[in-house]
């Protein structure tokens, strides 16, 4: 017996991560719902997938609530109930603590976080008529360690992490809500045309990992396509780490 489609779901959909959500998915049959805000990069990834017709693009800014709650109804009107939301987009500023602006901290917190929010809140009515069904986000090792200059994005990463255990108990036993923290995943391949570059990954990046290569966004759909199974149906309000290691090797300064 054939499994049902899926009605999914996915922040940020046009490009990284998310852009291979939105392919995998749809070339499985499922029917995917994805919110971006770069309309070009958007209309790519739709044209793309066009013959399997199961791959729906709306353009929208995620930390504004009308543009999610549209997004949010249309996927109402048409589907009627969702089973997996994945709260994948995220942006970072990488500046000096002394010349980061009020206005780019609270840029950054507004669409990783508050947009976060946002789609589970306008969500949560979908995916109780589905049955259930789960909340995935994509949060980062920058919640558990940083880089120098990093401070919005390792707050907003951070911040996932806590509104995801307090999702998983608000929204259990009928929702479950979980995190996954990617490392170092290269999504050269996966950017829009006009951005795309040729991986410049060294021999040395590779080697940094205990797994022995640097992430792919694939890696992370794998992880995703896990959590959203049945075979998962008694984890929620966990954070998976995938990172091929990274984060438990210890490194020193020669």
Known sequence: ???????????????????????????????????????????????????????????????????????????????????????????????????????????????????????????????RKGGGGCIIQIASTRALMSEPHTESYAASKGGILALTHALAVSLGPDIRVNAISPGWIDVTSWQKRSNRQLSKLSREDHRQHPAGRVGRPEDIMKAVRFLASAEADFITGTNLVVDGGMTVKMIYEE
């Not at 998310?18 to 499922?30: K, T």
């Not at 013959?51 to 996927?75: C, H, L, N, Y």
């Open 1 to 127: 017996m054939e499994a049902q489609p899926k009605r999914i779901a996915v922040t940020g959909g046009g490009q990284g991560i998310g852009r291979c959500l939105v392919e995998s998915f749809a070339e499985q049959g499922d029917r995917v719902y994805f919110l971006e805000v770069d309309r070009e990069a958007g209309e790519e990834c739709v044209t793309e997938l066009a013959e399997r017709k199961t791959a729906f693009f709306t353009q929208g800014d995620i930390s504004q609530p009308q543009d999610v709650k549209g997004w949010m109804a249309t996927i109402g009107e048409k589907e009627g109930a969702l089973d997996l939301l994945v709260n994948n987009v995220g942006i970072m500023v990488n500046r000096p603590l002394e010349e980061l602006t009020w206005e780019e901290w609270n840029r950054v917190l507004q669409v990783n976080l508050g947009g976060a929010f946002l789609a589970a809140q306008a969500a949560a009515p979908l995916l």
